[in-house]
């Protein structure tokens, strides 16, 4: 095992510990809203102010009161948000260190925690003889004519399909639509030309709509389809990465 390899795993384990605190987060601040839904009698707005109030963002009547029983789920809460930030920082040092990132640096959407999550779902690309083998592990296949999918039995085992893999490349796929649409995201951000993964994207719906496509239908292949040239750049680059780097990742 070499020192990329060494590393890819610990971005896997970190991402792994990502998840599980991610998770744990989630379930902590679902447990906080029903909480103060059965404060407020299941009124549904009023629990909304109340929820707000515990995070010092408004005032409440039942906010004092709501403290003193959600004051451990809030620390704990808390506790486990700082130790997902910190894996996040470990994680943003484990990215930079990767021969590809001067490459893939330069590509809006993507970002450090982007590139940690593929390859914290596929590993080191370098185990990828070709591209549609890394489409497969992150379920972004086409088997049979269909969309890769999960299915049970022996069917199961030939799709390969991961729902958390899949469902990491979808958010991957969604920020990228955003951040490359060209329009302003916050009031920190101006807006700028599209980017070529978006115009990418609007070439392929506007492929898909001709062909008779609902709206619905073309969007999703649309974003698939450059969900895909993105993998697909990646693992080139991946496999080419060395001291002279191009700029930026485009889609051929």
Known sequence: MDELDKLCATIVERCSQRADLQRAEIRLTLQLKA?????VKGDVPDSVRLYSS??????????TTALAVTQVLLNA?????????LIEAQLEQDVRALPIWPRVKATHGLGFLGVALLIGATGDLRRYSNHSKVWKRLGLAVIDGRCQR????????????????????????????????GLPTGRRYKAREPGPFRL????????????????????????????????????????EAGPALAPALAPA
């Open 35 to 39: 909480i103060c839904r059965r404060f």
């Open 54 to 63: 515990l995070q010092g963002k408004s005032d409440h009547p039942y906010r």
């Open 77 to 85: 809460r808390e506790d486990i948000r700082q130790g997902r930030l």
């Open 200 to 239: 990418g994207y609007d070439a392929r719906k506007a492929y898909e709509l001709a062909n008779g496509l609902p709206k619905a239908h073309a969007h999703n292949r649309a974003k698939r389809y450059m969900e895909k040239k993105l993998v697909r750049n990646i693992w080139r680059a991946w496999r």
């Open 150 to 181: 999960k299915v049970p039995g022996p069917e199961g085992v030939r799709q390969g399909f991961s729902p958390n893999r899949r469902s990491t490349m979808w958010n991957l796929g969604s920020n990228m639509l955003r951040t490359q649409s």
